[in-house]
């Protein structure tokens, strides 16, 4: 059973940065299409950004340009890097490997993400 564990969420001002970090159990992190996700107060959760095994990104259109998907699979790790943050960007984000545009693996806890002055 995969386990995974999103952080680096916080509170910041529009226009700031953060930069989330996703650490998966398993080894065989590597061998999956990984995304990012997140999901606002009465809102379905939603895919943002995505990353395939080999390094091809794609993004939601919200969040093109602001935001970068990156892995270390030698860290069983994914990345998002937030640039750029809006208010409609707060959210709690949550990292997955992919099934189509859903999560393949039981969710971790997420991250909280809160953008506001």
């Known amino acids: 059973q995969v386990q995974l564990v999103e952080s680096g969420g916080g509170l910041v001002q529009p226009g700031g940065s953060l930069r989330l970090s996703c650490a998966s159990s398993?080894?065989?992190?590597?061998?999956?299409?990984m995304g990012w996700f997140r999901q606002a107060p009465g809102k379905e959760r939603e895919l943002v950004a995505a990353i395939s095994v080999g390094g091809l990104t794609n993004y939601a259109d919200s969040v093109k340009g602001r935001f970068t998907i990156s892995r270390d699979n030698a860290k069983n790790t994914v990345y998002l890097q937030m640039n750029s943050l809006k208010p409609e960007d707060t959210a709690v984000y949550y990292c997955?490997?992919?099934?189509?545009?859903?999560?393949?693996?039981?969710w971790g806890q997420g991250t909280q993400v809160t953008v506001s002055s």
């Open positions: 398993g080894s065989i992190f590597r061998f999956y299409a």
């Open positions: 997955n490997a992919l099934h189509g545009d859903l999560g393949r693996w039981d």
